[in-house]
């Protein structure tokens, strides 16, 4: 679901499980808020950034605490699932982060802000996201790439902010990280230790300035895009030969890479295509089968030292399309999935 950019929150948003944060229960509602934050029970609207603890009347999850305007650009998106590729996804993370719980996710809340802008500006634009995980036992937050980050509980019992925020570094979050993934912090929730997490135990901190002392902070981000912890929930195939997240894109005149632009794109063959007559465009996505075993194959054949196993397979097929305005050639080689 889409945030309409007139509403400072989502609507109430049914919980499918229960969610336990910090001995508490929630059976009920969630909010996504404009503002970087999500609230339980009750939408809240508050743009200002406060420091952790609050000691506040709320339970509060704030991935990027911040005044945020989406009227002209930028989506805040949501989605929950109890079954799929990403509770797998889900439970894999989870075992790898806190190896000693045996997890197994039965729900998963993803909430995104996908290239949103600061109040006043349209630039520079942040994209961070929040996604809840829970067991039913067991809760656990991922903040994928944050600034003003952490969470706070009613009267600060249990609170934690991710090092650096508040301070003129606090853009560098996005290189840092406690699970050792680029731009990703993770935490157990439900009854957990106040302490930093990495690998499933529970660090000492300075008292004053709550500082995991064994966070990774990483010279720069990933080559690609430097957000390779966010959970994309939705992609499109377009009919000039690209695939984009999020948003279709029509573009059809090619660009050489590197664009410098706003969107994540996969280009196997970006030119204008006219299937009107001829040609069609199809896809696909797998969670078991043969073609998962193929592309395990495939993939510890090209990249040996990995011990890859697949789990998700998405294959986009352009069939013999035709070149625009020559509806009746059809373009070479053929791409087949």
Known sequence: ???????????????????VYFGKTYNNTIYVNHNGHLTFDQPWWMYIAQRFPRHGSRDLIAPFW?????????????????????LQRATQDINQYFPEFNFVAKWVFVATWYEVPYYPFYYPKATFQAVLISGGQYSFVLMNYGE???YDTISSKHHFSIPGSFS???????????VNVIGRWAFR???GSRGCMFNGKTT????A???CWNMHLFTKPFENTGKSGIFFLAINVNHNGHLTFLQPWYRYTAQRFPMHGHRDIIAPFWTDLDNRNNGQVYYK???????LQQATHDINQYFPGLNFAANWVFVATWYQVAYYPVTGTVSSPTLNG
């Open 285 to 291: 996505q797998y969670t078991s089968g043969s073609v």
């Open 1 to 19: 679901m889409v945030l309409q950019h007139r509403f400072l929150s989502s609507p109430p948003i049914t919980l499918q499980r229960p969610f």
């Open 209 to 211: 300035a709550n500082v």
């Open 189 to 191: 929730i439900d009854n």
């Open 148 to 150: 003003i980050a952490g």
């Open 204 to 207: 000492k901190r300075t008292a």
């Open 168 to 178: 003129n570094n606090a853009s560098d979050i996005r290189l840092t990280s406690n």
């Open 66 to 86: 911040t005044d945020v305007d989406i009227r002209q650009t930028g989506l805040v998106f949501y989605n929950q699932y109890i079954s799929g590729h990403i």
